[in-house]
């Protein structure tokens, strides 16, 4: 399939960059961070984004969703990446519309597919428990208990762990820390007992939460996908949330790289534009194409996920580890360009190095993705 966008996705493109350039500019996370909002990102805004069907643009029209595919999920991401967007949209709309349609049972998909389409309902995804990713080095554990199971353990860096409404938690059901077997997912109710949800504050602005699961009961019904097999699954789910954060990563990569030079061509020294030194020049060249490079590694992991969801797995490491190696350089080329005042708050450049480090650790960084993608290979 060739590497370039269909003309409804492009059509998408367009009307998203122009809807987040309107209300969610950058100055809009300035607020965020400077201000008192217990939920880090406006629910007004995700409300109108809901009505645009971004909430369910991969729930099934049935469900009132738009049914768009991951290329569409990777369009809106990109384009958040670019204001650098606060909002539910990965954990609720790509991790948790993908995991219901791809495991939810029927009445699963019938409860809560709409409310996700709907953006009346929010979910995230708790997985990790160390400072690294590591999703078969899970070791919370979810003991039989009469028809039911109580799920006890930590976990942290959950995206909006601290507005969710139900939480997907990956538990040991069999097995130990490290194997890949007997993990099972659960949906759990975030106001259940036994569950304490710690928010932390991120450097990038954002959200995240510790999650503290202490005998929390679980039944039959809660349980998303099969007992014992869920890490294949999650594996699934976590290579569309890769996906979506190297599209995100690389519309922040594309933005900084614009600004930069724009920068470059508004700065004077030694009465000429620094734009026109042969150093800057050189370096500005070479972080264009490995952003080029990054885009078409990108839309070839959101293409294989709606061609190909079982295998792609590779592709998607590559992207995720490919977009953090350029979204990084992409950061750190245009703080260094800007000089001095790229240092500064006064300038936006410096809340893209902060979001891109976060997404960059996010669900595996470049080494985890590499070392991933040789194993794959037989490395």
Same mark, same amino acid.
């Given at each position: 399939?060739?590497?370039?966008?269909?003309?409804?996705?492009?059509?998408?493109?367009?009307?998203?960059?122009?809807?987040?350039?309107?209300?969610?500019?950058?100055?809009?996370? *300035?607020?965020? @961070?400077?201000?008192?909002?217990?939920?880090?990102?406006?629910?007004?805004?995700?409300?109108?984004?809901?009505?645009?069907?971004?909430?369910?643009?991969?729930?099934?029209?049935?469900?009132?969703?738009?049914? /768009?595919? /991951?290329v569409g999920a990777g369009v809106i991401a990109e384009e958040m990446g670019r204001t650098l967007t606060a909002s539910p949209?990965?954990?609720?709309?790509v991790l948790a519309a993908t995991a219901l349609k791809k495991m939810g049972s029927d009445a699963q998909r019938q409860e809560?597919?709409?409310?996700?389409?709907?953006?009346?309902?929010? /979910?995230?995804?708790?997985?990790?428990?160390? *400072?690294?990713?590591?999703?078969?080095?899970?070791?919370?554990?979810?003991?039989?208990?009469?028809?039911?199971?109580?799920?006890?353990?930590? #976990?942290?860096?959950?995206? %909006?762990?601290?507005?969710? %409404?139900?939480?997907?938690?990956?538990?040991?059901?069999?097995?130990?820390?490290?194997?890949?077997?007997?993990?099972?997912?659960?949906?759990?109710?975030?106001?259940?007992?036994?569950?304490?949800?710690?928010?932390?504050?991120?450097?990038?602005? @954002?959200?995240?939460?510790?999650?503290?699961?202490?005998?929390?009961?679980?039944?039959?019904?809660?349980?998303?996908?099969?007992?014992?097999?869920?890490?294949?699954?999650?594996?699934?789910?976590?290579?569309?949330? @890769?996906?979506?954060?190297?599209?995100?990563?690389?519309?922040?990569?594309?933005?900084? /790289?614009?600004?930069?030079?724009?920068?470059?061509?508004?700065?004077?020294?030694?009465?000429?534009?620094?734009?026109?030194?042969?150093?800057?020049?050189?370096?500005?060249?070479?972080?264009?194409?490995?952003?080029?490079?990054? #885009?078409?590694?990108?839309?070839?992991?959101?293409?294989?996920?709606?061609?190909?969801?079982?295998?792609?797995?590779?592709?998607?490491?590559?992207?995720?580890? #490919?977009?953090?190696?350029?979204?990084?350089?992409?950061?750190?080329?245009?703080?260094?360009?800007?000089?001095?005042?790229?240092?500064?708050?006064?300038?936006?450049?410096?809340?893209?190095? #902060? *979001?891109? *480090?976060?997404?960059?650790?996010?669900?595996? %960084?470049?080494?985890?993705?590499?070392?991933?993608?040789?194993?794959?290979?037989?490395?």
């Amino acid at each position: 399939m060739a590497l370039v966008l269909n003309e409804e996705q492009e059509m998408l493109r367009d009307s998203a960059r122009g809807f987040l350039e309107d209300k969610a500019p950058v100055k809009a996370l *300035r607020a965020l @961070r400077d201000g008192d909002n217990p939920d880090g990102f406006s629910r007004d805004l995700w409300a109108e984004m809901a009505e645009m069907g971004w909430a369910g643009i991969l729930v099934d029209e049935e469900y009132g969703g738009a049914d /768009f595919g /991951f290329v569409g999920a990777g369009v809106i991401a990109e384009e958040m990446g670019r204001t650098l967007t606060a909002s539910p949209f990965l954990a609720t709309s790509v991790l948790a519309a993908t995991a219901l349609k791809k495991m939810g049972s029927d009445a699963q998909r019938q409860e809560f597919l709409p409310k996700i389409a709907g953006g009346s309902a929010l /979910f995230a995804l708790a997985v990790d428990e160390a *400072r690294k990713h590591g999703p078969a080095k899970t070791a919370m554990s979810a003991e039989k208990h009469g028809n039911g199971f109580k799920l006890s353990g930590d #976990k942290t860096f959950v995206a %909006d762990g601290h507005v969710a %409404d139900k939480i997907i938690v990956a538990a040991r059901t069999s097995g130990a820390a490290g194997e890949n077997d007997g993990m099972t997912l659960f949906l759990v109710d975030a106001k259940a007992n036994g569950v304490a949800v710690e928010r932390t504050s991120m450097v990038d602005s @954002r959200n995240a939460a510790r999650i503290k699961f202490d005998n929390v009961e679980a039944t039959g019904d809660d349980v998303l996908g099969e007992v014992d097999g869920g890490y294949m699954a999650l594996e699934g789910v976590l290579n569309a949330g @890769r996906a979506g954060l190297a599209a995100e990563m690389s519309g922040s990569s594309q933005q900084a /790289f614009s600004m930069t030079m724009s920068y470059l061509k508004e700065r004077k020294q030694f009465g000429t534009e620094i734009g026109g030194f042969q150093a800057l020049q050189h370096r500005a060249a070479h972080l264009y194409s490995e952003i080029e490079l990054a #885009k078409s590694a990108v839309l070839k992991a959101l293409q294989e996920l709606d061609d190909n969801y079982g295998m792609a797995g590779p592709i998607c490491s590559l992207a995720k580890a #490919k977009a953090g190696e350029v979204a990084k350089l992409a950061s750190q080329e245009a703080v260094q360009m800007h000089g001095g005042i790229g240092m500064t708050d006064e300038y936006d450049i410096g809340f893209y190095m #902060k *979001r891109i *480090r976060v997404a960059q650790e996010m669900f595996g %960084d470049t080494a985890f993705h590499t070392d991933r993608l040789a194993q794959m290979r037989g490395y």
